[in-house]
């Protein structure tokens, strides 16, 4: 069965510093991976997705970037964090071209920019 | 663009009854997906159910089930016999064009009472 980590789930930072958030799928291959941010009380926020090893699609423009530089791991980053970047951040797969349209989630970091 | 509406901040349900969350849409789109998520406490985002646009039938998982309307744009989500761990936010979300991505509503808070 397929299983996606992500790590820290908690992070405490000051403003300016900069940010890696990883995230690793097992059990599948060539999966569709999403960045998204949920602000507190609100939805999800679509940041970044990849449909293979070195894609990347910026949905919004900001200070964050991600790259993937496996097939099955994506990361989340910053090289100056601002407090606006503070969040929960949700990594997502979905099969490939191959696979259903629902995505699933990882357990998410919860981000605090100080 | 695809745009997803919740309406209803918040539930209330009793325990065993029949709660229904409502869910519009907008789009463009001739082919798209509908899902249902679930975000308990944890932050986890769980994947519920989903309703292609072309299916006859309303899709149905367990005590969930999407009473799909497409005249009226609209993709209820119904539990049915309440329990009290389906206490959280639940998000409808639409599949966009493209490479799958989702766009989210704000969220419905549901709430179960003993």
């Known amino acids: 069965s397929q299983t996606i980590h992500q790590w820290p789930a908690t992070l405490v930072q000051p403003v300016g510093s900069p940010l890696s958030l990883e995230c690793t799928v097992e059990g599948t291959s060539n999966p569709n991976l999403y960045w998204y941010r949920q602000a507190a009380g609100r939805g999800l926020q679509l940041l970044f997705y990849?449909?293979?090893?070195?894609?990347i699609s910026s949905e919004v423009p900001q200070n964050l970037s991600a790259s993937r530089p496996q097939d099955r791991q994506f990361i989340l980053s910053s090289k100056k964090l601002l407090l606006s970047d503070s969040g929960f951040y949700l990594c997502?797969?979905?099969?490939?071209?191959?696979?259903?349209?629902?995505?699933?989630f990882g357990p998410g970091t919860r981000l605090t920019v100080t | 663009a695809q745009k997803i509406t919740q309406t209803q901040p918040g539930m209330f349900v009793q325990e065993k009854e029949a709660v229904t969350l409502d869910c519009t849409y907008d789009?463009?789109?001739?082919?798209?997906?509908l899902f249902w998520y679930k975000q308990p406490s944890s932050g986890e985002m769980i994947f519920l159910i989903y309703q292609g646009s072309y299916d006859q039938q309303n899709a149905t998982e367990g005590r969930y089930s999407l009473n799909f309307q497409k005249a009226r744009k609209s993709a209820n989500l119904v539990i049915s016999a309440s329990q009290l761990g389906d206490s959280a936010m639940y998000f409808c979300?639409?599949?966009?064009?493209?490479?799958?991505?989702?766009?989210f509503g704000k969220g419905t808070m549901l709430l179960v009472s003993p």
């Open positions: 789009t463009s789109d001739p082919s798209y997906g």
């Open positions: 979300a639409m599949r966009g064009s493209g490479y799958s991505t989702l766009t």
């Open positions: 990849s449909v293979g090893i070195g894609q």
């Open positions: 997502a797969w979905r099969a490939g071209w191959t696979g259903g349209d629902e995505q699933y």
